[in-house]
């Protein structure tokens, strides 16, 4: 029930708590679920991985308009 977090509010926070804007996330990514290794530990590179397949379907999308 709580209002969805923006970059604009957490920008906000994270500097009113002494964290220097140019440290700030620049957009936010919400997931289903973290992916995760055979042991059940975060995978960062899949991680890597899945992100690097967003902004290329992003930027893909941007070029065909």
Sequence with gaps: GAAPITV?????FLTS????????P?????????PQ?????LSKP?????????LNTEEQSKGAS
């Design 8 to 12: 604009d509010g957490l920008v906000a």
């Design 17 to 24: 708590n002494g964290l220097a804007k140019f440290k700030c």
């Design 26 to 34: 620049e957009r936010i990514e919400i997931v289903e679920q973290f």
């Design 37 to 41: 290794t055979d042991s059940g530990k």
């Design 46 to 54: 899949k991680l890597k991985n899945k992100i690097i397949e967003i």
